[in-house]
């Protein structure tokens, strides 16, 4: 088979028109399985099924031929994405990131991925990273310790003027060391909306979708978001903040037990349960959500982050609730929390 030599992401004639969205998904999938040598003739004969079955899928594999075809022996985000998902468990949260980060790629072009939010490959390429559920602790060269908490990443930008360390995803706890150089280089967290300068001290910085959150445990932390005029802001120990680029909200009381994921806890104090399903889900290889019905209810006490089902387990027999796995067509299990039968029937 020949690959197809236009871009299926422009306009013009018939044979230019997008590749539809799912098939696209669908056609990475594809490549990704077959990826194996072991793997089943079945599934070859499945693939063989679905190429035929349409157009569209006729087009998306001709694509991918031809991107693989100009891709041998060279590296590119392309070539790493697909070594990324070939090697994630089946369906693990990094195998579902690279596919969709493949169709970025292969069907949209080098301008979408520049422009993708989570810019997956960022994180993929970072000096130190963990999976999701995973926590992992650092030593760095000045005697800072590091932790990573679950699904994040981060780069050291030390030199001879200040230790900078970059926040690609995710969430970090920070315990500074004195500098061992004769001028002591500043220490600075950076996130995307802005960096958090520390005066001596503790503190926890987390990534979120659109701001910054600071948790100050000992110590002092400056704040400066990137596009503000105001005077940073210094957050004491005992305070937490978020900020987005332009603005830094009014400083809070930092939560007793939100570093305890360190300790491999998640602490709840009164908190409603779709929130906590939402905190507890960071450190789930499956999704986790609740029935409308149950949102409310409220969850307090030290759950292991490492033994997700005895958490659901205990909640479950705490509110009388039901635990449900449901599996997708593609596999990836889905758990959801609801009223047990014989409450929904009284």
Known sequence: MSAASESPCQGGPPGDRPIPSDVARRAVEWLVELQDETTAPTVREEWARWKEAHPDHERAWQRIEGINGRLHGMSSPVKS??????????????????????????????????AEDKMPWRTWTADFRTDRGERR?????????LVLNTDSAVNILFDSTERRIRLVAGEILVTTAPDPQAVARP??????QGQAKALGTRYAVRQLPDATEVSVFKGAVEIRPNESDIPPLVLRAGQRVSFTSRKTAAPRLAEEGSAAWTDGLIVARSMRLIDFLADLGRYSADPLSCDPAVADLRVSGSYPLGDIPRVLDALSATFDLEVQTMTRFWGQQIVRVTLAPRRKSS
Not at 88 to 109: D, M, Q, T, V, Y
Not at 137 to 145: I, R
């Open 81 to 114: 994405a697909i070594t990324h998902a070939t090697l994630a468990p089946p369906e693990s949260n990094g195998r579902r990131h690279a596919i969709k980060a493949l169709a970025i790629l292969i069907f949209a072009g080098g301008a979408a991925w520049l």
């Open 137 to 145: 602790t650092v030593d760095l060269a000045d005697g800072t310790q």
């Open 187 to 192: 220490f600075l967290v950076e996130s995307a």
